[in-house]
């Protein structure tokens, strides 16, 4: 299991993957740049209940919109990830 993952699943807020912020939205972010899907980085959370999976899609948009802005505009995984839970990521 890669760092980042592990770190966001036990919503650990500093030294997570990497992350120059230090934060859910920037582990979140590392692990999509480094080829992970959003459902492959949330999946743990949703399974131990810790969001709903209807939370976990508005805290991708969220933390992608935050963090990086850049992967909202061109990870067609996250991009398609958020149309199926009626994000508009381009909003």
Do not use: H, K
Not at 37 to 47: D, G
Not at 64 to 73: G, K, M, N, T, V
């Amino acid at each position: 299991m890669r760092l980042g993952v592990v770190c966001l699943a036990s919503v650990l807020l500093a030294g997570c993957g990497g992350s120059s912020s230090g934060s859910l939205s920037g582990a979140f972010c590392s692990d999509l740049q480094d080829g992970l899907t959003p459902f492959q980085i949330l999946q743990p959370s949703v399974a131990d209940g810790t969001y709903s999976a209807s939370e976990a899609a508005d805290l991708a948009y969220g933390w992608a919109a935050i963090s990086c802005p850049d992967e909202l505009r061109s990870n067609e995984a996250l991009r398609t990830y958020l149309q199926n839970w009626n994000i508009n990521p381009d909003a």
